[in-house]
Protein backbone atom coordinates (compact mmCIF):
# COMPACT_ATOMS: atom_id res chain seq x y z
CA UNK A 1 0.00 0.00 0.00
CA UNK A 2 0.87 3.43 -0.85
CA UNK A 3 0.91 7.00 0.24
CA UNK A 4 1.95 10.11 -0.80
CA UNK A 5 1.55 13.82 1.16
CA UNK A 6 0.75 16.91 0.79
CA UNK A 7 2.99 19.28 -1.14
CA UNK A 8 5.25 20.63 1.38
CA UNK A 9 7.59 23.65 1.40
CA UNK A 10 11.33 23.53 2.76
CA UNK A 11 11.51 26.21 5.70
CA UNK A 12 15.36 28.76 6.05
CA UNK A 13 15.72 26.53 9.14
CA UNK A 14 15.96 23.03 7.91
CA UNK A 15 18.96 24.39 5.51
CA UNK A 16 22.46 23.90 6.62
CA UNK A 17 25.49 26.61 5.62
CA UNK A 18 25.47 25.40 2.20
CA UNK A 19 21.58 25.87 1.50
CA UNK A 20 20.90 22.60 1.50
CA UNK A 21 18.53 20.65 3.69
CA UNK A 22 19.89 19.39 6.38
CA UNK A 23 20.73 15.24 6.25
CA UNK A 24 18.96 14.92 10.05
CA UNK A 25 15.77 16.87 8.72
CA UNK A 26 14.93 13.75 5.75
CA UNK A 27 13.92 11.71 8.78
CA UNK A 28 11.76 14.41 10.23
CA UNK A 29 10.06 14.46 6.92
CA UNK A 30 9.70 10.57 6.35
CA UNK A 31 7.98 10.60 10.08
CA UNK A 32 5.21 13.61 9.23
CA UNK A 33 4.78 11.73 6.47
CA UNK A 34 3.97 8.36 8.22
CA UNK A 35 1.91 10.22 11.06
CA UNK A 36 0.01 12.04 7.74
CA UNK A 37 -0.42 8.78 6.79
CA UNK A 38 -1.40 6.74 10.23
CA UNK A 39 -4.04 10.15 10.00
CA UNK A 40 -5.55 9.46 6.62
CA UNK A 41 -6.16 5.34 7.86
CA UNK A 42 -7.60 7.35 10.95
CA UNK A 43 -4.87 5.70 13.35
CA UNK A 44 -4.13 7.87 16.01
CA UNK A 45 -1.04 7.97 17.33
CA UNK A 46 -2.25 9.10 20.57
CA UNK A 47 -5.16 6.31 20.96
CA UNK A 48 -2.16 3.68 20.37
CA UNK A 49 -0.35 5.15 23.10
CA UNK A 50 -3.56 4.75 25.39
CA UNK A 51 -3.21 1.06 24.67
CA UNK A 52 0.39 0.99 25.15
CA UNK A 53 1.27 0.70 21.72
CA UNK A 54 4.38 2.23 21.24
CA UNK A 55 6.14 2.60 17.95
CA UNK A 56 9.92 3.30 18.48
CA UNK A 57 11.98 3.22 15.09
CA UNK A 58 15.10 0.31 15.99
CA UNK A 59 16.51 1.09 12.09
CA UNK A 60 16.70 3.53 9.33
CA UNK A 61 18.67 4.17 6.20
CA UNK A 62 18.62 7.09 3.79
CA UNK A 63 20.09 7.32 0.78
CA UNK A 64 20.72 10.85 -0.99
CA UNK A 65 20.93 11.53 -4.67
CA UNK A 66 20.10 15.34 -4.89
CA UNK A 67 19.37 18.08 -2.07
CA UNK A 68 16.55 20.39 -1.49
CA UNK A 69 17.54 24.01 -0.85
CA UNK A 70 15.14 27.25 0.81
CA UNK A 71 11.88 26.96 -0.61
CA UNK A 72 11.37 23.49 -2.53
CA UNK A 73 8.31 21.89 -2.79
CA UNK A 74 8.18 18.33 -2.22
CA UNK A 75 6.38 15.42 -1.22
CA UNK A 76 7.11 12.00 0.11
CA UNK A 77 5.81 8.80 -1.25
CA UNK A 78 5.70 6.74 1.83
CA UNK A 79 5.02 2.57 1.40
CA UNK A 80 4.48 -0.40 3.15
CA UNK A 81 4.72 -3.93 1.36
CA UNK A 82 5.40 -6.52 4.22
CA UNK A 83 2.78 -7.38 6.46
CA UNK A 84 3.73 -6.33 9.96
CA UNK A 85 4.55 -8.98 12.44
CA UNK A 86 6.82 -7.59 15.42
CA UNK A 87 7.82 -4.70 13.24
CA UNK A 88 6.35 -2.19 10.53
CA UNK A 89 8.69 -1.43 7.58
CA UNK A 90 8.54 1.78 5.86
CA UNK A 91 10.18 3.24 2.32
CA UNK A 92 10.20 6.35 1.31
CA UNK A 93 11.06 8.47 -1.78
CA UNK A 94 11.04 12.49 -1.80
CA UNK A 95 9.77 13.79 -4.98
CA UNK A 96 9.59 17.44 -5.98
CA UNK A 97 8.48 19.18 -9.28
CA UNK A 98 11.59 19.67 -10.47
CA UNK A 99 13.36 16.63 -10.12
CA UNK A 100 12.71 12.69 -8.82
CA UNK A 101 14.83 10.90 -6.64
CA UNK A 102 15.21 13.56 -4.17
CA UNK A 103 16.18 10.84 -1.30
CA UNK A 104 14.88 7.53 -0.43
CA UNK A 105 14.89 5.79 2.50
CA UNK A 106 13.81 2.89 5.01
CA UNK A 107 12.62 2.66 8.43
CA UNK A 108 11.82 0.00 10.57
CA UNK A 109 9.41 0.61 13.55
CA UNK A 110 8.75 -1.87 16.55
CA UNK A 111 5.59 -2.56 18.26
CA UNK A 112 6.76 -2.10 21.88
CA UNK A 113 4.58 -2.46 25.47
CA UNK A 114 5.56 0.11 27.70
CA UNK A 115 4.50 -1.29 30.70
CA UNK A 116 6.04 -4.93 30.08
CA UNK A 117 8.84 -3.48 28.40
CA UNK A 118 9.04 -6.22 25.84
CA UNK A 119 7.81 -6.56 22.16
CA UNK A 120 4.55 -7.12 20.81
CA UNK A 121 2.70 -8.08 17.94
CA UNK A 122 1.48 -5.72 15.12
CA UNK A 123 -2.56 -5.24 16.71
CA UNK A 124 -5.10 -6.59 13.95
CA UNK A 125 -6.53 -3.15 13.23
CA UNK A 126 -3.59 -2.03 12.34
CA UNK A 127 -3.03 -4.95 9.85
CA UNK A 128 -6.33 -4.28 8.82
CA UNK A 129 -5.87 -0.19 7.70
CA UNK A 130 -2.46 -0.95 5.94
CA UNK A 131 -3.76 -4.00 3.99
CA UNK A 132 -7.58 -3.94 3.81
CA UNK A 133 -7.38 -0.32 2.64
Known amino acids: MRYITKMNKVRYYETDQMGFVHHSNYLKYFEM ?5 FDFLDIRYVELEKKNIWLPVVECSISYMNPLFFGD ?3 VQVECEKEPMSKIEFSYQII ?3 KVGICKGVTKLAFYNPKTKKPRKCPLEIKEKFFNS
Open 33 to 37: ARIEW
Open 73 to 75: EFK
Open 96 to 98: NNK
